[in-house]
């Protein structure tokens, strides 16, 4: 099945959300790795001075005692007494205690990042093992697959009324190829890019009724439901 007109259009909304964001993380990870250059701190600083540029580390420093902070050790469903060990042991297969760090990492950074469900596949290449661990052994189909992902790669377009999203997308690149898979409520297509056009290579039609894809958002507001740097 072809894209539709509609979800072309979504794509292309999508694909240059992504594109900006990008851009505007590259300035951010300057300041993070202390590679940006401030000119004057905007102290009384004679003339003759001003041209000494100083590199100011602060940033990293202060994103990672934010991220140091931030350890999630179990899950309590309301009325429960003790932490869920059904929901902590899809955590673990998911190998979450070390992916879920780096996504807190990610928002502190640049505002956002994101976590997308998807169904459980004993094939995947990617797929951590049931025991949380990164080898060959076998995957629990049962266990539904939990990733991580960048604002570098991602985006999701939000409903004005609910605030909640109504479409994701995520763009990559393997080698020379590119790709993109584009999450609906009813919905995941795969598409690979071929002849400078976007064309589906596959499409599971889920029915779930809500798109797949979770923003972790730092400091989102009313006008900025996509977040901001820490």
């Keep these: 099945m072809a894209l ?13 959300k992504v594109m900006r964001t990008e851009r505007r993380n590259r ?3 300057a300041y993070y790795e202390g590679e940006q250059r401030v000119e004057q ?5 004679p003339p003759e ?13 202060y994103v990672d005692a934010l991220s140091e902070r931030i350890t999630l050790e179990g899950f309590e469903l309301p009325d429960a007494t003790e932490a869920d060990q059904d929901l902590w042991r899809i955590w673990q297969a998911n190998s979450l205690d070390r992916e879920s760090k780096l996504a807190h990492l990610e928002a502190l950074k640049f505002g956002a990042s994101f976590i997308v469900i998807g169904a459980g596949d004993q094939d995947s290449p990617d797929a951590p093992s049931a025991e949380g661990g990164d080898d060959d052994r ?23 009324r609910t605030r909640r999203p109504i479409a994701a997308a995520k763009f990559y690149t393997d080698g020379p190829d590119s790709f993109a898979t584009l999450y609906l409520p ?12 976007w064309t589906e290579s596959d499409r599971d039609e889920h029915e779930l009724g809500v798109v797949p894809v979770v923003p972790i958002t730092h400091r989102a507001g009313l006008s900025r439901r996509d977040g901001r740097s820490a």
């Excluded at 001075?49 to 420093?61: C, D, K, M, S």
């Excluded at 009813?186 to 056009?197: C, K, M, S």
């Design 41 to 45: 701190l905007g102290l009384a600083i």
């Design 138 to 160: 076998p995957r629990d189909a049962a266990i539904p697959l939990i990733t991580v992902e960048s604002s570098n790669e991602m985006a999701v377009e939000w409903s004005p």
């Design 186 to 197: 009813d919905v995941t297509i795969w598409l690979e890019r071929l002849n400078a056009q």
């Design 27 to 29: 300035v951010l990870e």
């Design 4 to 16: 539709s007109d509609d979800e072309k259009t979504l794509l292309g909304r999508l694909q240059l």
């Design 49 to 61: 001075l001003r041209r000494f540029l100083t590199i100011v580390a602060w940033p990293g420093t």
